[in-house]
């Protein structure tokens, strides 16, 4: 099921991602995913299947856009210790598993 079709009060606490989530009988569950666990830092942007993304973090935020989709923006080192703004849509690598928010596969 779509996370961001199927969640609402979506919000961060440090690196997780909380949101009430729908299940199958559309009863709202209390659900979170932390983000450190599927997103990481290469080069200062933001890649699934990597994990912690915060360690190398200026900041970080979950928004909301004006069409729903959810986005995860955050500032990151780059191997030059830079700063590089990289932003990912958690709608394409989350996913709703009736009222539990996991990543989606990558098979």
Excluded: H
Excluded at 9 to 28: F, H, K, P, V, Y
């Amino acid at each position: 099921m779509s996370f961001q079709l199927s969640s609402t009060d979506i919000n961060l606490r440090g690196t997780i991602l909380m949101a009430r989530a729908a299940d199958t009988e559309q009863n709202w569950q209390d659900a979170s995913l932390d983000l450190d666990t599927i997103f990481g830092n290469i080069n200062g942007d933001l890649v699934f299947g990597e994990q912690g993304f915060s360690e190398t973090a200026d900041e970080y935020s979950v928004n909301v856009d004006d069409d729903g989709s959810v986005w995860l923006s955050a500032t990151l080192k780059t191997d030059d210790d830079e700063l590089n703004t990289s932003k990912i849509c958690l709608d394409e690598y989350i996913m709703n598993d009736n009222g539990e928010l996991k990543p989606v596969s990558t098979n």
